[in-house]
């Protein structure tokens, strides 16, 4: 789409030129459009931006992580928030920081850690920016025990519509449409978080293979397991498979002590593999280390950010570079399980690399293609675990050049409206669109059946969701879209995504 310049304010002509012109994407790489991008540095900039915005409004940007097109506005504005990057004020006692929105997680770490503190919740990637992780409530592999990012909130600070600077607070109906909300309340200038503390910059992890779907779901659910729910007889061998394995979980809290027995937990599934192997996974348990259980050496320096390299930090192999068929993406998989241990324990690892998808290079090895891919991430709750299992089945004889794809547990909910964690599973598969014309039909069978089982997509990652599907997933989606109008009766906020799906 072109983009008229002549249409924006006059304030606006301050902060582009030629070069702002810009076609942008996802970190799918798919559905480029053109918008004007600004890179305000300071919040007064940032105002005069969205002043200047025109009839195609503005949207905030961060790191591009989102797979989707929820930062993207197609003839209208981008504000990258990269700029606004300071950290402005640390309690290293209290374990609470002050920064702009633009600075990143890996920004955090850098400085946090050797202080000894951490980010409570940390996604599969550092390359996101707090703005990004409050506007799209991101989670990690210890949900059930920290919730998600905006639980550690204290305050923010957005810019709304009409040009005031608000503090929202926690327990607020702006709060709440915030967290989660994509971006289309305002443009979070700054927040205020709430730290954890750790004794070293290690994660103590241990590694098990499990032989198919209903193993790990049982280990999953088995006793002491993060997340597990408690008194609900979880794990008591009871089960007949994934439904009745899992059935057994509790909706939300989790077990008692369950946080400090291994409060970080992922599982990367083969979703290539069939029959009596569908679901077989590597699943991966993870503590921050004591320093204890340091060696001597380590021990000097336990809070290094970057320490010594290790091999359990070595990434997994990564297929040749183009784009990638069925039989290598198969070979990969089968390779990567192969190669896998048993089970293993005590293992240390430097703390990014926990949780790291398996081949982390894949993406920038261009094995996906020029298309780009999909990334396919739904929740479903407890109980509906065959739902989850009928999805995988489907995925694995679908033929799909599939990477492992991410299993993890949801604790209870946060507050946003528009949040995606549920309590219950979430799957996320990156699916190639190269050659895969029948994709978009594929996926909407796949929403069809989240959508029965109750549960929902994640509009962060999301680039193709049908809109009627919507409000199924999302239940308190009319009160956000009424607070936003309330907010923002011109759509000054817009997105690509919000137009997709009229929020």
Known sequence: MSVDTAEHGSHAHDYYDDDSVVSLTGRGGTAPTTAL?????????????????????????????SCGDAAQNAGGSVLDMTGLDRIRALDANAGVVVCEAGVSLRRLMEVLLPLGWYPPVA??????????????????????????????????????????????????????????????????????????R???????????????????????????????????????????????????A??????????????????????????????????????????????????????????????????????????????AAALFNEVWYRTAPRARTGELRHLPAF??????????SGIYGRDGFVRYQFAVGYGQEEALRRIVERVAHRGCPVFPAELTRFGAGGPG???????????????????????????????EEVAAAGGRVCLAQDSRLRPEALAAMYPRLAEFRALRAELDPRAVFTSDLSRRLSL
Do not use: K, Q
């Open 355 to 364: 949780g790291r998808a398996p081949g982390g290079t894949v993406r920038r």
């Open 123 to 196: 996604p599969g990637s550092a390359r996101t920016t707090v703005g990004g992780a409050i506007a799209a409530d991101v989670h990690g592999g210890n949900h059930p025990a920290a919730g998600s990012f905006t639980r550690h909130v204290s305050s923010l600070e957005l810019l709304t519509a009409d040009g005031e600077r608000r503090t929202a607070l926690p327990g607020t109906r702006l709060f709440d449409a915030t967290a989660g909300g994509l971006g289309l309340t305002g443009v979070i200038l700054s927040a205020t978080l709430r730290l954890r």
């Open 417 to 447: 409206w528009l949040s995606f964690p549920t309590p219950g599973w979430t799957l996320a598969m990156e699916l190639p669109v190269a050659g895969r014309s029948g994709l978009a039909p594929f996926l909407d069978e796949l929403d």
């Open 37 to 65: 991008r600004f890179g305000p540095r300071s919040p007064d900039e940032v105002c005069a931006a969205v002043r200047g915005s025109g009839a195609r409004g503005a949207i905030a940007r961060g790191l591009g992580r």
């Open 198 to 248: 750790v004794g070293t910059s290690l994660m103590r992890v241990d590694t098990e293979r499990a032989a198919d779907l209903d193993d790990l779901l049982g280990r999953l659910t088995e006793p002491g397991a993060a997340g597990a729910g408690a008194g609900t007889g979880a794990g008591t061998g009871t089960g007949t498979g994934a439904s009745a394995g899992a059935s057994a």
């Open 250 to 327: 509790a909706a939300g809290a989790p077990a008692a002590g369950a946080e400090h027995a291994a409060p970080y937990t992922v599982a990367w599934i083969d979703l290539m593999a069939r029959g009596t192997a569908l679901g077989r996974s590597v699943l991966l348990r993870g503590e921050h280390a004591p320093l204890s259980a340091l060696p001597a050496r380590a021990r000097r320096r336990p809070l290094t950010h970057r320490p010594p390299w290790s091999p359990a930090d070595a990434p997994a192999p990564v297929p040749p570079a183009g784009p990638v068929g069925r039989a």
